[in-house]
Structure formats: structure tokens, C-alpha cells
Nanobody, 122 residues
Framework: VQLQASGGGLVQAGGSLGLSCSAS????????MAWYRQAPGKERELVAF???????GSSDPVKGRFTISRDDAKNTVYLQMNTLKPEDTAVYYC?????????????????WGQGTQVTVSS
């Protein structure tokens, strides 16, 4: 599975951005999909994940502000980010797992996109 993320950029605090990530290749392998982020000098952390059935989980810092969704007909996962804060600045990565119950653990995701930069100015 190959993943191509897009939609990052520069936005002012309080603004919104939408990310998308399209999968190609062995798309029949896709099970759970997720977004992670990595800020400079920090470890990669979960933003949100979504199961084929639409169940979602997200990290506490983004709850109520970010929404993950997927369109299986397009093999695409989305991340809508609202009320952005400077601390949301990071490289955002999409990830796909072949397995159920992958959830929050990044070790469970086999396929990763190249990352897209999101910068939030204060």
C-alpha cells in the first residue's frame, strides 16, 4: 500500500485545515487508518484513528477540534482540523494497518505516508 498525503500548510491560530491521504496499490489490505504527528524534538504521537466500521479514537489534545473520516470507495482518509493552535504545529503522517484493533499503537501500522507539514502561527 502506498500513501500520499496532502493538504498541509501555514495557518493562523484559530483557523482550519483539512488533510487527505489517498491509498494505492494493495488497497484490499486496508483495515484501520490513522493520522499521527511529530513535532521537532518530540516523538511521533497519535492524532486519531478510524476503523472500517467508522469507530474513532483520538488523542486528548485534539478532542473536539479534529475529526477523522474515511471514504473507502476512494481509499482515502481525511483529517479536518479546526480551532488550530500553535502547539498543533508538526509533520502529519497518515498510516494504514492491515489488522483490526490496531488502535493507538503506531507499531501496529505497516504503511506510512510521506508526511505533510502543518504550521500554526500565533
Amino acid at each position: 500500500v502506498q500513501l500520499q498525503a496532502s493538504g498541509g500548510g501555514l495557518v493562523q491560530a484559530g483557523g482550519s485545515l483539512g488533510l487527505s491521504c489517498s491509498a494505492s496499490g494493495s488497497v484490499s489490505d486496508i483495515n484501520e487508518m490513522a493520522w499521527y504527528r511529530q513535532a521537532p524534538g518530540k516523538e511521533r504521537e497519535l492524532v486519531a484513528f478510524i476503523t472500517p466500521g467508522g469507530s474513532r479514537g483520538s488523542s486528548d489534545p485534539v478532542k473536539g477540534r479534529f475529526t477523522i473520516s474515511r471514504d473507502d470507495a476512494k481509499n482515502t482518509v481525511y483529517l479536518q482540523m479546526n480551532t488550530l493552535k500553535p502547539e498543533d504545529t508538526a509533520v502529519y503522517y497518515c498510516a494504514v494497518s492491515r489488522f483490526s484493533y490496531s488502535g493507538r499503537d503506531l507499531a501496529n501500522y505497516q504503511y506510512w505516508g510521506q508526511g505533510t507539514q502543518v504550521t500554526v502561527s500565533s
